[in-house]
C-alpha cells in the first residue's frame, strides 16, 4: 500500500516568511496529492490539491509543487500571517482506486509575530 | 446544517464500557470516512461506507470496533469494551463520491478512557 513521509513535524517562522512544507510518497501509481489544514479543536479542511498531470499549483499565497520522478510534493505559504499556525497534513492516492488516503504524520506550523 | 456534525463532541468513559459515537454528513455525500487521530499523530483511516457498497473495513484495528451507515446517511462508530489506547479524537468525514475529490471533516468526537 502507500506510505506517505512528511517532514518537518515541526515549523516556526516569523510572519512574512515563507514555508516549506515537504511530502514522499511510495506508490508510483498514485495521482492525486490533496493538502490539509487542522486549526486547534477543528476538523482538517482541504486547501490545495494537485493532480500528477501537473508539476505546480497555486492558490494565493500557496502553492503546492509536484515532482512525480522522485515521487515528492511540496507545500509552500508566502508572506506568512498568524491565521496559518495550524497542523498541516498531505495525502495520496491512486485516484479511481478502492484504496484510501494515505495521510502523512502532520506538520505543525507555528507563524511567529 | 450545512457541514458534517458528529457528536458527542468530547466523551469520557471508564475502561471497559462500549461507547457510541455518531456522524451526520452532507447531505448527498455518498461517501463517509471515520479516521482516528490519537494526539499529536496523523490520521489513520478505520472505516469507508459508498452507497450501498460492502463497507471497506480494512482500517478497523481490533474486533472490538464496528460501524454502521443506517439509510445511506447517519453513521455510528461502536468501541466495545473500551481500552486506554482507544482514547484519540475520533472524525468523520464524507464527500460527494468514490471517486477522489474534497473531504469535508466533523469536528471530531474526543474519547476519553479513564
Known amino acids: 500500500g502507500e506510505n506517505v513521509e512528511q517532514h518537518p513535524s515541526t515549523l516556526s517562522v516569523q510572519e512574512g516568511d515563507s514555508a516549506v512544507i515537504k511530502c514522499t510518497y511510495s506508490d508510483s501509481a498514485s495521482n492525486y496529492f490533496p493538502w490539509y489544514k487542522q486549526e486547534l479543536g477543528k476538523g482538517p479542511q482541504l486547501i490545495i490539491d494537485i493532480r500528477s498531470n501537473v508539476g505546480e499549483k497555486k492558490d494565493q499565497r500557496i502553492a503546492v509543487t509536484l515532482n512525480k520522478t522522485a515521487k515528492h510534493f511540496s507545500l509552500h505559504i508566502t508572506e506568512t500571517q498568524p491565521e496559518d499556525s495550524a497542523v498541516y497534513f498531505c495525502a495520496a492516492i491512486l485516484a479511481g482506486s478502492a484504496r484510501q488516503l494515505t495521510f502523512g504524520s502532520g506538520t505543525q506550523l507555528t507563524v511567529l509575530p | 446544517g450545512a457541514g458534517v456534525s458528529q457528536s458527542p463532541s468530547n466523551k469520557v468513559t471508564e475502561k471497559g464500557k462500549d461507547v457510541e459515537l455518531r456522524c451526520d454528513p452532507i447531505?448527498?455525500?455518498?461517501?463517509l470516512y471515520w479516521y482516528r487521530q490519537s494526539l499529536g499523530q496523523g490520521l489513520e483511516f478505520l472505516i469507508y461506507f459508498q452507497g450501498n457498497s460492502a463497507p471497506d473495513k480494512s482500517g478497523l484495528p481490533s474486533d472490538r470496533f464496528s460501524a454502521e451507515r443506517t439509510g445511506g446517511s447517519v453513521s455510528t462508530l461502536t468501541i466495545q469494551r473500551t481500552q486506554q489506547e482507544d482514547s484519540a479524537v475520533y472524525l468523520c468525514?464524507?464527500?460527494?463520491?468514490?471517486?477522489?475529490?474534497?473531504?469535508?471533516f466533523g469536528e471530531g468526537s474526543r474519547l476519553t478512557v479513564l
Open positions: 447531505s448527498g455525500h455518498t461517501a
Open positions: 468525514a464524507s464527500s460527494l463520491a468514490w471517486d477522489v475529490g474534497e473531504l469535508f
